[in-house]
């Protein structure tokens, strides 16, 4: 008589609670830092993902739009409707508070998928370039070197302005957050493959990749089944970091006017309309969204931050 398996909630409780008492949960908790860090970005994720519920106003309906309320101060009510907002309103009348929110979806998914197209390419390159090596090393890392010597922003410009360029002039606005996501990703794939390439080469002079090539293992399968798995905790850490930079980057090329259409707008071009009317005393147009992206960035950067020391076995 064979034994009954296990319920799933025995199963999956002993493994939450020893998750809980590993040593990367240990740190978190001790890490004051990363725990501010991590509730501001979860709370901030949330209310973007969920914004169609969460918004007072749909701020790209124009037949929700009362050009009447343009230029209302926070928490004042206007002089025409004596409708009141909680960040004011812009020069179209569309809520402040419910354009960040819809504009954060935009930076957040631009930037975990420029970060992800990153991740794939820069894994791939590294993982080859350090398992095959010779010429095909040479020129992959090569040309990351060239990559590197350009700033990250103005190879996202180039890299936006020829895709664009490729698309058809009806297409555009349609196509400028893919484009956008193309650009930023091309120009962040470097680190991971530096990073991949290096923990590479130690990882194949180990014994259990020489054992698995004496068995008549393909160099795939080595480099996806074994190598891989051993090489994703500095990557995760870049990953972090490079998320924070992706949507600065986004939010850089939306403000310059090369990135998310005025249609689509993201936390970047909020604040270049917000900058038009600083001067004029409308500084919460500005302001809001500009603190919104600093508060998303630092959060995500803190956050990759204590992940790096919490995975580096030198500071244990």
């Known amino acids: 008589m064979t034994d009954a398996p296990l319920p799933k909630r025995k199963v999956f409780l002993p493994r939450l609670n020893a998750m809980w008492q590993s040593d990367l949960a240990?740190?978190?908790?001790?890490?004051?830092?990363?725990?501010?860090?991590?509730?501001?970005?979860?709370?901030?994720?949330?209310?973007?993902?969920?914004?169609?519920?969460?918004?007072p106003h749909n701020?790209?309906?124009?037949?929700?739009?009362?050009?009447?309320?343009?230029?209302?101060?926070?928490?004042?009510?206007?002089?025409?409707?004596?409708?009141?907002?909680?960040?004011g309103t812009d020069d179209q009348g569309r809520d402040v508070f419910s354009t960040i929110l819809y504009g954060m979806r935009i930076s957040l998914f631009v930037g975990f998928a420029a970060v992800l197209l990153a991740m794939i390419i820069g894994i791939t390159l590294g993982l080859v370039a350090g398992y095959i090596g010779g010429w095909t090393e040479t020129i992959i890392m090569r040309i990351a070197d060239i990559q590197l010597t350009f700033p990250a922003i103005l190879v996202a410009m180039l890299i936006f302005g020829i895709a664009k360029s490729f698309t058809p002039v009806e297409y555009r606005d349609e196509?400028?957050?893919?484009?956008?996501?193309?650009?930023?990703?091309?120009?962040?794939?470097?680190?991971?493959?530096?990073?991949v390439r290096g923990a590479t080469l130690v990882e194949k002079r180990k014994e259990y990749v020489q054992a698995a090539q004496l068995i008549g293992r393909s160099g795939p399968s080595i480099m996806l089944k074994h190598i891989l798995p051993n090489v994703l905790s500095p990557v995760l850490v870049i990953a972090t970091i490079s998320l924070a930079l992706a949507i600065i980057a986004e939010a850089t090329l939306s403000f310059l006017g090369v990135g998310?259409?005025?249609?689509?707008?993201?936390?970047?071009?909020?604040?270049?309309?917000?900058?038009?009317?600083?001067?004029?005393?409308?500084?919460?147009?500005?302001?809001?969204?500009?603190?919104?992206?600093l508060a998303l960035a630092l959060s995500v950067n803190l956050l990759g931050d204590w992940l790096r020391d919490a995975l580096n076995p030198k500071l244990r």
Request: proline residues 9%; charged residues 5%; aromatic residues 16%.
């Open 26 to 55: 240990w740190s978190f908790r001790h890490s004051p830092v990363a725990v501010v860090s991590f509730f501001v970005v979860l709370v901030l994720t949330i209310s973007a993902v969920f914004a169609p519920l969460i918004a």
């Open 59 to 87: 701020p790209f309906d124009p037949a929700t739009l009362n050009l009447m309320n343009g230029f209302t101060a926070p928490m004042e009510p206007n002089a025409f409707t004596g409708e009141s907002f909680w960040l």
């Open 175 to 195: 196509m400028a957050i893919w484009v956008l996501i193309l650009a930023i990703g091309l120009s962040d794939w470097v680190q991971f493959a530096r990073v």
């Open 260 to 293: 998310a259409p005025p249609t689509q707008p993201s936390l970047g071009t909020l604040i270049r309309i917000g900058q038009g009317f600083l001067f004029s005393g409308e500084w919460w147009i500005l302001f809001f969204p500009a603190c919104t992206l």
